[in-house]
């Protein structure tokens, strides 16, 4: 199975402008996520996806494959349809990992990409249980209920499910953003008009949902350190000491 990796990476970022080019360690971030991905066996090739010269220009300098793509998309999902759109190799699925994560661990990769070696497989990504009550809380940390048969129920900010009976045993879990599509599928969301779901909660994800697709998740026990804002900076570098 041909199973390709696209980082989607944008300068243009509101909370932290240039991201990917910032140096983590001797490195750009942007550099330590490919080579992250690089790691990953069950990918064919490693593609950055920009629409920044810098960026794009700072890629080939490490020896990365690199594809100028549109400034006017939306979410790195319709980046990652326009490199396929013109791909050459053949393409079976294809993996979206986000640009800001230089520490994600190749066996997150992998697992995700053995989701597709199941035929009914159309779209899949990753859950993590939660275990602080904050993080339960948090709007800013996405929450997915799954089905038995492990596909998303639902996506939300809110806490999911409510827990009017105290005595359920209920576990919450978080969605972690890593994508992965078959490729029929990944060029027919992208044509998706937007959906209620989608613009109350502010998640592409609940498009696919709402139009009736079947998003696999994938547990994961690793916590993925991702850098949102420049307060993140302290933490990483801590993490850089240690590792």
């Known amino acids: 199975m041909n199973i390709i990796g696209i980082i989607p990476a944008r300068y243009a970022s509101t909370r932290f402008p240039g991201k990917p080019l910032i140096d983590l360690g001797g490195k750009s971030m942007i550099e330590r996520v490919y080579e992250q991905c690089k790691k990953a066996d069950t990918l064919t090739d490693v593609i950055v996806a920009t629409d920044d010269e810098r960026i794009a220009n700072h890629v080939l300098q490490f020896g990365g494959i690199v594809e100028m793509t549109s400034s006017q998309h939306q979410s790195g999902t319709d980046r990652c349809a326009e490199v396929i759109e013109r791909y050459n190799g053949l393409c079976d699925a294809v993996i979206n990992i986000q640009g800001d994560e230089p520490f994600i661990n190749p066996s997150q990769i992998n697992a995700l990409a053995a989701a597709f070696h199941q035929p009914h497989t159309q779209l899949a990504s ?95 026990t690793i916590e993925n350190i991702a850098i949102d804002s420049p307060d993140d900076l302290a933490r990483v570098e801590k993490y850089l000491k240690t590792a």
């Open 126 to 220: 990753m859950k993590k249980k939660l275990t602080s009550e904050s993080d339960i809380q948090n709007p800013n940390v996405v929450k997915v209920i799954t089905n038995h048969l492990g596909d998303a129920i639902y996506f939300s900010r809110s806490p999911i499910p409510y827990r009017r009976n105290p005595e359920a045993p209920i576990a919450y879990y978080k969605h972690i953003g890593i994508y992965g599509y078959r490729k029929d599928t990944l060029l027919e969301i992208t044509q998706l008009p937007l959906g209620n779901l989608e613009l109350a909660e502010n998640l592409e994800q609940l498009r696919w949902v709402e139009n009736g697709y079947r998003i696999t998740l994938v547990e994961t």
